[in-house]
């Protein structure tokens, strides 16, 4: 079989790396930003590893002409990123901070010069704190508050930004109000539902204004024109045994609670019998008013799709390796399983499960700490080996290809990330970039999946 290259893709198809404001800007008080709820989460004793905070991270704020010269340098033609929302309106409403919104004009303008086409998310995590004191995503506000900081970056942006986001894997949401993991670490099942709701209605909010803004959606994606979507993760739960109906129904249960729960009020106009009487047996229903589902559902232009593997589901967890073949050798250093066919699995999941009938990009893809193993040449210059890193990506890159050739529209793919960042309660323990860089240091070391990268978009 000849070796898989960009080539062997449609023509026009994008590639790029993904990051996101949080994780690699630092600067989080500087020039008028606001806090975020990370800027405090990270600052509660044991909530991130070694205490470790979002204040440097890759210092892509005062960086970023280096940084982006080094993406464009992997062959790479568009950068996905997001815009902090505090760092615009430091309150979340009404005050606007014309540094930063200068600091993105810079930014965008580089991306722009190099052939980087910008691909731009709202939302990737990073609530203002202040909007946190006011609920936060409890608070039905929320739609007016995301929707005004949206049309504000659509008619300052609109012109130069073909793809817009609104929301980046609203899971996380759930995450940081119904499990605490995650900011700003409420824990309560009905929050986390309620916070999923409340985004999915900022979601719809947005994508009307951006309808104001810019007309109704067209017949096909135009990428000179500004476009806009949103970004849902797909980790499909499958049960560690077929035949046993207990782990056939947790996987189905998980998958109602996961990605489902967005897809269906996104694409079908509504939760599903299952998910709803889950949620009213425990007492979490959120608060559903008239309208609300017509509000969430509105024509996109094109479907973001994050996936990085499967979940495999038991109610007995000491079963799932004794009966999950791991074929192939897609194991990690730490005997987590990678799934390369999970790409494939969720590009047919979603256009014929849920009637996703637009393009789609993946906008997310890649592995962490691959078995990296940092070697010194006879100059005592540094080489990062990260051999699994290559198989993973090439893995799921052949996936998308057979995908694609079965006819599913798909128009772009993102490695996740060019530069180790700050992963979020993972600190710099887990490390995806192609690139490794420690927190703040100019200390870049080319890792051999960037050179594969180069090599393969050649």
Avoid at 75 to 84: A, I, P
Avoid at 113 to 127: F, I, K, V
Avoid at 400 to 410: F, Q, S, T
Avoid at 443 to 452: F, G, T
Wanted: hydrophobic share 35%; with cysteine.
């Amino acid at each position: 079989m000849a070796k898989l290259t960009a080539r062997d893709f449609p023509e026009g198809f994008k590639w790029g790396i993904a990051t996101s404001a949080a994780q690699i800007e630092g600067a989080v008080f500087e020039d008028g930003k606001g806090a975020e709820i990370w800027d405090v989460f990270a600052r509660t004793p044991g909530k991130t590893y070694g205490g470790q905070t979002p204040d440097i991270a890759c210092d892509y704020y005062h960086k970023y002409p280096e940084q982006l010269a080094m993406m464009r340098g992997l062959g790479v033609n568009s950068h996905r990123f997001s815009f902090s929302w505090a760092r615009v309106m430091p309150d979340g409403a009404g005050r606007v901070n014309q540094k930063g919104v200068d600091f993105y004009k810079r930014a965008i303008d580089e991306m722009l010069r190099l052939g980087l086409m910008p691909n731009a998310t709202l939302y990737h995590w990073d609530l203002p704190q202040e909007l946190e004191y006011r609920g936060g995503f409890l608070n039905r506000d929320i739609v007016n508050w995301f929707t005004e900081y949206a049309g504000f970056m659509f008619e300052t942006f609109g012109d130069v930004v073909p793809l817009w986001s609104t929301f980046n894997e609203p899971i996380a949401t759930y995450v940081g109000y119904g499990l605490g993991a995650f900011a700003p670490g409420r824990k309560s099942e009905r929050f986390g539902r309620q916070a999923n709701h409340n985004l999915l209605l900022a979601h719809g909010s947005a994508v009307k204004r951006f309808r104001e803004l810019f007309g109704e959606k067209r017949p096909e994606l135009d990428l000179t024109k500004p476009n806009i979507g949103i970004v849902v993760d797909v980790w499909h739960h499958h049960p560690a045994r077929p035949e046993d109906p207990r782990d056939c129904a947790l996987a189905e249960l998980e998958n109602e609670k996961a990605y489902r729960s967005y897809l269906n009020p996104l694409f079908k106009g509504g939760y599903t019998g299952a998910l709803l009487k889950y949620m009213a047996e425990g007492d979490c229903l959120p608060d559903i008013r008239p309208g609300d589902f017509e509000l969430i559902r509105q024509p996109l232009d094109f479907f973001g799709l994050n996936c990085y593997n499967r979940v495999v589901d038991s109610v007995e967890p000491g079963k799932v390796r004794e009966t999950v073949e791991f074929g192939g050798g897609n194991y990690m250093d730490n005997g987590a399983e990678f799934y390369p066919k999970a790409i494939y699995d969720a590009l047919h999941n979603v256009t014929e499960n849920f009637g996703v009938d637009v393009p789609i990009f993946i906008t997310e893809n890649g592995t962490y700490n691959c078995e990296e193993q940092v070697v010194y040449d006879a100059d005592g210059r540094a080489r990062v080996h990260d051999v699994t890193r290559i198989r993973y990506l090439n893995g799921f890159l052949e996936w998308l290809k057979k995908a694609i050739d079965e006819g599913i529209d798909v128009r772009g793919y993102y490695v996740w990330s060019m530069l180790d960042n700050f992963e979020w309660t993972a600190g710099d323990s887990m490390r995806f970039g192609l690139i490794r860089c420690d927190y703040g240091a100019d200390n870049y070391v080319y890792k051999d999946s960037a050179l594969w990268l180069r090599e393969f978009l050649r």
